[in-house]
């Protein structure tokens, strides 16, 4: 790393403080358009440049890493989920990866609480039908959702937002199950008053609720496929603020319309902003548009987590959010 301010390029528009304190820091290429950036405008804005800092909009596969200048010796990506990111071939590079854990935590925590009850309780349907000019006033019969307290979550991925997801829905009378490569430590366990399943495919059978807070890998592609959704309960509801590639849209989609499961809230989905059309015409699914970590507070905390990472890397430390291949 040369001793003159790195040479930063960032892909997307980022919030203004950052931007700032970025423009202080380090010579930062910002994108003012916010226009997504084409692989070959990647290759070419990265010219000379010593860091890139992508979003999760944009595809920083290998054959994009094969044609990045060797001056890239960093990648810090704005966001925690790296799955646009290949990590094997920045490796073999020797590019440096880093991510913004732990600052979106709460934010889509309360995302995923905001889908838990937004889908039963029907309130976008609620919300378009008062819209539309329709509603004829209270009835007792009328718009009948489903109760939320005294149910069963299964959380898919008890990490640090999975934890954040079981400590919010204690508060609305729910019990929390979870599944997850490794068992909680007995603590964490009884505190969140958690029940382990070892098995994925037997939790989902059980459950009135599930909420996917994995990262997406290669082993959770598609992790609720049609056969694993087909074992879910018909009055159950998914909840995705993960990544859309862990759900097969098509036959949740399908399995929607054919009220095979009561209902969706997903922020999340296979090709953003590309959306499955079927999911489109259906009442019993929640559409939000990857909102999860949308907040001012959440922006600038991740804007700063990438900051903070550069400097440690240009000051030759191991940034302390690097990532490593699992
Ligand atoms: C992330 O950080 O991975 C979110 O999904 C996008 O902000």
């Known amino acids: 790393m040369p001793q003159r301010k790195p040479v930063v390029i960032v892909t997307r528009t980022l919030p203004r403080d950052v931007e700032t304190r970025m423009m202080e820091l380090f010579e930062a290429r910002l994108n003012a358009s916010d226009k997504p950036m084409t692989a070959d405008e990647i290759v070419a804005a990265a010219e000379g440049a010593n860091v890139l800092v992508p979003t999760v909009t944009d595809k920083i596969d290998a054959a994009l890493i094969a044609r990045l200048p060797d001056s890239i010796e960093l990648i810090a990506n704005f966001g925690v989920g790296v799955n646009h990111i290949d990590l094997e071939a920045a490796n073999a590079r020797k590019i440096v990866v880093t991510n913004t854990p732990g600052v979106l935590t709460d934010d889509t925590a309360d ?5 838990l009850l937004a889908a039963p309780r029907r309130l976008t ?3 378009r039908l008062v819209r539309s000019g329709k509603w004829e006033g209270w009835s007792p019969t009328f718009m009948i959702g489903h109760r939320i307290s005294g149910k069963r979550l299964g ?8 934890q954040a997801v079981a400590r919010r829905v204690k508060g609305f009378g729910m019990t929390v199950h979870y599944h997850n490569r490794r068992r909680l430590h007995e603590e964490i ?5 958690a029940t382990y399943w070892e098995s994925l495919d037997q939790m989902l059978a059980h459950m009135d609720f599930i909420s996917i807070n994995c990262p997406h890998t290669k082993d959770t592609h598609h992790l609720l496929n049609e056969e694993r959704l087909n074992l879910l309960k018909p009055h159950a509801f998914v909840v995705n603020t993960a990544r859309g590639e862990i759900i097969d849209e098509a036959a949740l989609a399908r399995m929607l319309a054919e009220n095979k499961i009561a209902g969706a809230g997903l922020d999340v989905y296979e090709r953003e902003p590309e959306i499955e059309p079927a999911l489109l015409e259906l009442d019993n699914v929640v559409l939000a548009p990857h909102l999860g970590s949308a907040t001012h507070e959440g922006r600038i905390a991740m804007g700063e987590k990438v900051i903070v990472n550069i400097r440690s890397f240009v000051d030759q430390h191991n940034p302390r959010d690097r990532v490593y291949e699992v």
Do not use: N, Q, V
């Open 111 to 115: 995302m995923t609480a905001c889908l």
């Open 125 to 127: 349907e609620g919300d």
């Open 155 to 162: 959380i898919i991925g008890m990490g640090r937002i999975g």
């Open 189 to 193: 366990e009884s505190e969140l008053e």
